[in-house]
């Protein structure tokens, strides 16, 4: 069993209180580590060494040094790859494929892309008109904001706190990370690929715990913490946003979703039923992107239907590692019973259950793991609470459709806003729906096709700002003017 423990200023260090608690397996709920949880001691010295880092080494190196040592932990974390797949497949137990095609990679390549937009992009200048015909000159100077607070989630660990953390530190900032008590381990190694490099010691900090009354709440209220960078349910970020307001510190919020999958009947459809397939199981349904609500035009609606459902029979549940498996589990028990208890209320409200529902029959000790079944239904109303509700599983609802504004108005009718995916071989359709639909990004025929330069977030309540490219620099930076009388 390993013992994780928290990173602050360069070392490992366990809790002075002596609490751990323990990350059980997804795959068969064996304990699989043993974490230290951080309490107010270790969240304070993470933020003290961060505050430490900005006033020494760290915030007296150039832009240019700085972007050399980010380059240097994307190849290091190329380096160690089978190291970090590894202790993210213990973590979520999903298939190996995916740590390697997009996860791990998609970590390294955050802190390479973030070097080269802080490296390249210009700032604004403005000549000025005086009246005495001079002239003044008006340019930006941009800062790093402080110490940002990095609060992550456990669906796709490294990718996703990494995407924070890439861009944090090209800026010139220092962090302090608190992930998911479900997924701790590459937070943890991150701190080695750190030492390594010779990232000054302080600029990274990661205290494990939970969330409310342990070291998330405590980065979040902690007055050393100067914006907080969020990524999770929409309800823990009302509960961060009320804790940020003390001392006015800017949040960037990156939250739930119950997106929208349309497909018009002139569709290619192999290929839509592939991206719906993908939109709504991927990662086994826990995408923040996914696609738990279908709408598909009348005419190839039962086809559809159909279509899927052979796709979802055909997943093959097993160990990330084994080779005839593609399928894993949900991330813990506890959020298998609130998925199952979705799939009990669907049918309570009436739909009809296409395929799925419960529980797949898993060999030896597996039978112990949080595996669910891709789950299709059909016939309910938009007002059911599998409809409305972002259930974060392996399963969608299909509903048939007939005309273009039915179904604008359908994919809007939510109080959530971070993504669509579009069907249809009519371009100016697609484009006309693109920019009707309520979300921060739109595709069409494909699905979570990332160009990380792209502005990336939430419309309502999927989110506040956008990451990504420059975006990025909006919340990661103070620009500061400076106005020169000629
Ligand atoms: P949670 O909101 O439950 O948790 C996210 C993080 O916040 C965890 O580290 C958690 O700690 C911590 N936390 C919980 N409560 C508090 C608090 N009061 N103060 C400070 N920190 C707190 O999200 P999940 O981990 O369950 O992730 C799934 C959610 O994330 C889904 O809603 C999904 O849509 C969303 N998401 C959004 C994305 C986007 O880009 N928009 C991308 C990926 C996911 P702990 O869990 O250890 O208790």
């Known amino acids: 069993m390993r013992k994780i423990e928290n ?11 002596g609490r751990r608690f323990d990350k059980r397996s997804p795959l068969d709920n064996r304990v699989i580590a043993s974490i230290a949880e951080a309490g107010r001691a270790e969240v304070d010295a993470a933020v003290g060494a961060a505050r430490g880092a900005l006033a020494g080494d760290w915030g007296r190196l150039s832009t240019e040094q700085r972007v050399e040592l980010l380059y240097g932990v994307a190849n290091e974390i ?4 089978d190291d970090f797949v590894e202790a993210e497949m213990a973590d979520t137990g999903q298939p190996a494929h995916v740590m390697k095609q997009v996860f791990i990679p998609r970590g ?7 070097a080269d937009v802080v490296k390249n992009v210009a700032s604004e200048s403005f000549q000025t008109a005086t009246p005495d015909g001079r002239g003044a000159l008006n340019y930006a100077l941009r800062v790093p904001k402080g110490v940002i607070g990095v609060i992550c989630p456990w669906n796709a660990p490294f990718m996703l706190m990494t995407w924070k953390v890439g861009p944090a530190l090209a800026c010139g900032n220092a962090v302090v990370v608190k992930p998911s ?7 943890a190694l991150l701190g080695e690929v750190m030492n390594a490099v010779g990232i000054p010691k302080g600029v990274y900090n990661v205290v494990q715990g939970f969330g409310p009354d342990s070291a998330g709440e405590f980065v979040t209220q902690h ?28 949040v960037s919020f990156e939250l739930g979703g119950k997106n929208a999958g349309i497909v018009f009947a002139d569709c290619d459809f192999e290929a839509a039923v592939e991206g719906i397939f993908r939109s709504a199981f991927l990662n086994s349904g826990q995408v923040c992107l996914g696609t738990e609500r279908v709408y598909v035009e009348r005419p190839i609606f039962e086809r559809f239907v159909q279509a899927l459902k052979v796709k979802a029979e055909s997943v093959r549940f097993g160990r990330p590692d084994d080779h005839d498996a593609n399928y894993g589990p949900l991330i813990s028990q506890e959020h298998r019973q ?11 409200e009436g739909a009809t259950l296409v395929t799925g529902g419960g529980v797949p029959e898993m060999p030896g000790e597996l039978a112990e793991g949080a595996w669910v079944q891709p789950t299709i239904w059909t016939g309910l109303p938009e007002s059911a609470a599998v409809v409305r509700e972002e259930i974060f599983g392996p399963c969608c609802h299909i509903r048939p459709f007939d005309a273009e504004d039915e179904v604008v108005q359908l994919a809007n009718a939510t109080d959530y806003g971070l993504s669509t995916t579009l069907w249809t071989n009519d371009l100016a359709r697609a484009h006309r729906l693109a920019a009707r639909v309520e979300v921060g990004i739109t595709w069409i025929n494909s699905w979570f096709l990332r160009d990380l330069r792209t502005a990336f977030g939430g419309a309502k309540q999927s989110g506040i700002g956008r990451e990504g490219g420059v975006h990025s620099l909006e919340f990661y930076t103070e620009t500061r003017n400076v106005c020169v009388k000629l």
């Not at 990173?7 to 209180?17: D, K, N, R, T």
């Not at 390294?108 to 973030?114: D, G, L, M, S």
């Not at 609130?338 to 309570?348: D, I, N, P, T």
């Open 78 to 81: 190329t380096r160690r790859f």
């Open 7 to 17: 990173f602050i200023a360069g070392e490992y260090v366990a809790a002075a209180s």
């Open 108 to 114: 390294a390549a955050n802190f390479k892309v973030f």
């Open 223 to 250: 007055p050393g913490v100067d914006a907080i960078t969020f990524t999770g349910e929409t309800r823990t970020g009302a509960a961060i946003m009320k804790a940020a307001s003390e001392g006015m510190r800017d």
């Open 181 to 187: 008590e479900e997924s701790p381990q590459t937070a």
């Open 338 to 348: 609130k998925v199952l208890s979705y799939y009990r209320k669907a049918l309570e």
